[in-house]
């Protein structure tokens, strides 16, 4: 949600023709996106890297049997 307020407060900003400016709301956008890609990233395979769920109490459960 606050990559979106951000986006949204920042389109005020977007007919100002300081240079300055304009960098700051290129900045502004692309931070929420450059912090949120590598999370998207790591959480795309859970079972896999350093930062994994080891899946052995799905491997012993009852839904054991349907793999």
Excluded: H, K, N
């Excluded at 956008?29 to 994994?52: E, N, Q, T, Y």
């Amino acid at each position: 949600m606050g990559g979106a307020l951000v986006i949204l407060l920042l389109t005020l900003l977007y007919g100002i023709r300081s240079r300055r400016v304009r960098l700051l709301f290129v900045g502004a956008v692309a931070a929420p996106i450059g912090f949120r890609l590598p999370l998207v990233l790591v959480l795309d395979r859970p079972f896999a890297g350093d930062l994994c769920v080891p899946p052995t109490p799905f491997e012993q459960s009852a839904l054991a049997r349907f793999w």
